[in-house]
T-cell receptor, first 115, second 108 residues
Framework: DGGITQSPKYLFRKEGQNVTLSCEQN?????MYWYRQDPGQGLRLIYYSQIVNDFQKGDIAEGYSVSREKKESFPLTVTSAQKNPTAFYLCASTIWGVNGANVLTFGAGSRLTVL | KNEVEQSPQNLTAQEGEFITINCSYS?????LHWLQQHPGGGIVSLFMLSSGKKKHGRLIATINIQEKHSSLHITASHPRDSAVYICAVGVNTDKLIFGTGTRLQVFP
């Protein structure tokens, strides 16, 4: 079955450590996204990529980095520069059509806790 | 003011009740999405609308482009419908703006 796989589901990190969250899709979607979700807030865009080897900063990119070396993969690194990294992270992908995002698909999410 | 506002923030209902969740937005959009997020966090896309009305099972979504408003209706609600329902609008060609969600609890 096609879909998005995020790993790990739960991750604990000590302050000062970088961690990388994996996102893999087998939907052949061009566009991939990383969102952060905090209690009481809407999803906020961290980074997005519309094609391989290209990505753009979202609204809250500081302290995060990404790469898009393959169409299927869009890993997110939470660096030690991110001041408040404890959150729920969601990866998504889509195909953009005439009427905007079509077939919006999300992964199951990764919950990061900084100890 | 948020560009996408949902109401109510929280909603409780008895099994069988008709549910309405509202979404208003203040920007020009290409399409509007209704999403469902269950405990545990995974999000499922329910509808994508650019005009009119769509129906899937007990779920109905409508959009009024002129009034910049959409509604999600659930008929004959069931405890398994308990989830957070999120409205998201597509702007430009590559950006989505999300509402903060409506938490629905349906009791037997």
């Amino acid at each position: 079955d096609g879909g998005i796989t995020q790993s790990p589901k739960y991750l604990f990190r000590k302050e000062g450590q970088n961690v990388t969250l994996s996102c893999e899709q087998n939907l052949n979607h061009d566009a991939m996204y990383w969102y952060r979700q905090d209690p009481g807030q809407g999803l906020r865009l961290i980074y997005y990529s519309q094609i391989v080897n290209d990505f753009q900063k979202g609204d809250i990119a500081e302290g995060y980095s990404v790469s898009r070396e393959k169409k299927e993969s869009f890993p997110l690194t939470v660096t030690s520069a991110q001041k408040n990294p404890t959150a729920f992270y969601l990866c998504a992908s889509t195909i953009w059509g005439v009427n905007g995002a079509n077939v919006l698909t999300f992964g199951a999410g990764s919950r990061l806790t900084v100890l | 003011k948020n560009e996408v506002e949902q109401s109510p923030q929280n909603l409780t209902a008895q099994e069988g009740e008709f549910i309405t969740i509202n979404c208003s937005y203040s920007v020009g959009i290409s399409a509007l999405h209704w999403l469902q997020q269950h405990p545990g966090g995974g999000i499922v896309s329910l509808f994508m609308l650019s005009s009119g009305k769509k129906k899937h099972g007990r779920l109905i979504a409508t959009i009024n482009i002129q009034e910049k408003h959409s509604s999600l209706h659930i008929t004959a609600s069931h405890p398994r419908d308990s989830a957070v329902y999120i409205c998201a609008v597509g702007v430009n060609t590559d950006k989505l703006i999300f509402g903060t969600g409506t938490r629905l609890q349906v009791f037997p």
